[in-house]
């Protein structure tokens, strides 16, 4: 997995905040640098998808490790 310029630790927060958070440290990113989210709300994975087809911003990877779920994004 590419290691990613920033990370958004949402563990224990719910729906929408992990997504509020990825977006506000997007505003402050550049074109095609990569952040990683982690999260425990199970919803995220659908929301997260759906933020991807939404902003354009790519969904590098995801799944799940050590009780979390995890998505590496590219920035448009």
Do not use: W, Y
């Not at 994975?45 to 779920?69: I, M, P, S, W, Y």
């Amino acid at each position: 997995m590419p290691e990613p310029d920033r990370e958004v630790d949402a563990r224990g927060l719910n729906c929408p905040l992990p997504i509020l958070r990825t977006k506000k440290a997007l505003n402050d990113m550049t074109s095609g640098q990569m952040i990683r989210v982690l999260s425990t709300d199970p919803a995220s994975v659908r929301d997260f998808q759906a933020f991807a087809r939404q902003t354009g911003n790519e969904l590098v990877e995801h799944g799940e490790r050590d009780g979390a779920f995890f998505f590496l994004m590219k920035r448009k």
